[in-house]
Every structure is written in structure tokens, then in C-alpha cells.
């Protein structure tokens, strides 16, 4: 594996190859934008899982179509139509912050039947998963003439045709670290000098107490919910986001986030070919995280 602060020496537009099936590792420096590669230069574009829930969750708060407080039941199935949404175990009465952290499925089906297909897909376009990062190229986005009435899949990260750029992922934690008004540099490596000047900043649109409620979500996330063995001890104070999603006959997964909480420094994001987020994501990440001393 390169240093995990190894910044690339390869430019935007060239292509390596990597193992297929590899886990992707990439992390930034959010106060000046530099990206590090350590696992290679190979940028997954997969369904993002529970990650989108994320999105969904600043979709309907900023629409104002939720009220965060309220409490939903999750019995751990819930039926949508011809759908069946399941949860791993019913995490009963349940608002947002804790269906964000505990990824409750059936919290985030039943808030969104409100939430159009259009609605969503704009804040997600908005917070940056429509486009490319860092160089390298956007992934599958859908196309608005084809969108279904439902926008389940879509909240649930589920879809097909909805496949970001992971480095857009790592821009998302990034984006929400940085707060309500705030600016995120231009994310590149350290060679992609011209890059960097051709790119705008990404500025968080989002309100204040949207942004906060994304931001306890993703703390709660990393103390008692999906990836609460990501960092036990508390050290690096982390606020982070897992998502899982089917792949032929096994999973695969995503973990974003950033940290520390109070001053954010750095933004990561890892992708496993194999796996759920519980038993690959979090604890692959767990070995980047700990394997060297973050400035």
C-alpha cells in the first residue's frame, strides 16, 4: 500500500489500472482540498447504499416536508406498495438523528413518500453526486425523463442508475463537515495545480439546523450505530456514514466521514467490493485509520 498520505503523481486524465475487486480508500485535507490515493488511483462508481440517506434526509428537511422530532416506528418490516423494506432488528419509535445513525430503512421509507423523485435528486445534483471530483470523471446519474413515481430506491441508494463517483462521496462528508455557509476548497491532488484553478468551490447551500441534524446523525453513526467499532475509543472523534447494498450474491459497501468533530481536519471515504459496511467497511476502514497519525 502508498503512504496513506501519498498525494498521486498521475494527472487528472490518466487511467490505472487496479485490481478488480480491490478496496478503494481515499481521504482529503478539507482545509486546503488535497486528496490522498494510498490504496491506488481506481475510483469506484457504485450505488451508494445508505449514504443516500443522507441526501434524502436534507431533501425533505429543506422542503420542510419532515419534522425531525417526530418519531416513526420501525417493527423492522414495512410495506411500500408491492415492496417490502426491511431493517436488520425494529429499532421502534425512532426520529431522524437516530434512523440517520442507526440506518433504519423503514424509518426513511415511510418519511419520504412525500418526497418526489425531482426533489431528491436535485439536492443531490446540489451536494455534488452529479458531478466529477478531484479530475476525475462523474458516474451514472439519472436521467430526468426516465424517473420513476417512486423515489424509494433512489432514498435507499438502491437504484441502478444512480452510481456517483466515490471521490463525490468523500466530497459529500467533506461538504457537510464544513457547516452551514461554509466553503470547501477545490478537492485535488497535489499535482492537479491546473485543476484546482479551473474548478469552483463547493459552498455548503444547506441550513443551519439541516446541516446540524446530518451532522449528529453521522456522529450518533460512529458512537452507537452502524460503524460504532470504527473507533471505540473515541480518539479521532469521528462523524461518519455507512451504506450497504446487494452485489449478484454478496454485498458491498461504503463508509464516508470526517473528523475530528469540533475542528474537522481530513474527510475519508472507503469502498469494499465485498461485504456489508458492519463486517468489511468499517472495520478495513478501522486499518486505514489507525495505521498512522493524523495531523
Excluded at 503523481?9 to 482540498?33: H, M, P, S
Excluded at 418526497?115 to 458531478?131: K, N, V
Excluded at 457537510?176 to 484553478?197: C, F, N
Aim: aromatic share 6%; net charge neutral; hydrophobic share 40%.
Amino acid at each position: 500500500m502508498r503512504s496513506i498520505f501519498g498525494l498521486g503523481t498521475l494527472g487528472a486524465t490518466e487511467v490505472v489500472v487496479q485490481a478488480k475487486d480491490a478496496t478503494a480508500f481515499f481521504w482529503c485535507n478539507i482545509k486546503n482540498g488535497q486528496v490522498g490515493f494510498p490504496t491506488g488511483f481506481s475510483v469506484p462508481r457504485e450505488k451508494p447504499g445508505s449514504i443516500m440517506k443522507l441526501v434524502a434526509a436534507a431533501a425533505m428537511l429543506e422542503e420542510g416536508l419532515v419534522n425531525p422530532n417526530h418519531q416513526l416506528e420501525c417493527t423492522g418490516t414495512y410495506r411500500i406498495g408491492r415492496e417490502e423494506v426491511h431493517c436488520q432488528k425494529a429499532h421502534g419509535k425512532i426520529d431522524m438523528i437516530h434512523a440517520i445513525g442507526l440506518s433504519c430503512n423503514i424509518y426513511f421509507a415511510q418519511a419520504s413518500r412525500h418526497l418526489s423523485c425531482r426533489t431528491l435528486l436535485a439536492q443531490a445534483s446540489a451536494l455534488g453526486l452529479a458531478s466529477g471530483c478531484a479530475g476525475r470523471p462523474a458516474g451514472v446519474f439519472p436521467a430526468e425523463a426516465n424517473l420513476p413515481d417512486s423515489s424509494l430506491h433512489y432514498v435507499l441508494g438502491l437504484a441502478e442508475d444512480l452510481k456517483p463517483c466515490s471521490l463525490a462521496l468523500l466530497r459529500l462528508a467533506a461538504l457537510i463537515s464544513v457547516g452551514h455557509g461554509g466553503t470547501l476548497p477545490v478537492l485535488h491532488s497535489a499535482e492537479d495545480v491546473e485543476l484546482k484553478e479551473g474548478e469552483a468551490p463547493y459552498k455548503n447551500h444547506l441550513s443551519r439546523s439541516t446541516n446540524e441534524i446530518l451532522q449528529k446523525g453521522m456522529r450518533l453513526c460512529a458512537r452507537e450505530g452502524t460503524a460504532r467499532k470504527l473507533d471505540e475509543a473515541d480518539s479521532l472523534k469521528l462523524a461518519v456514514k455507512t451504506g450497504t447494498t446487494p452485489h449478484g450474491n454478496k454485498f458491498q459497501s461504503f463508509l464516508i466521514g470526517y473528523f475530528p468533530i469540533d475542528d474537522p481536519r481530513h474527510a475519508i471515504c472507503l469502498f469494499s467490493p465485498s461485504g456489508t459496511s458492519q463486517d468489511a467497511a468499517v472495520p478495513k476502514a478501522r486499518e486505514f485509520l489507525t495505521a498512522t497519525t493524523w495531523p
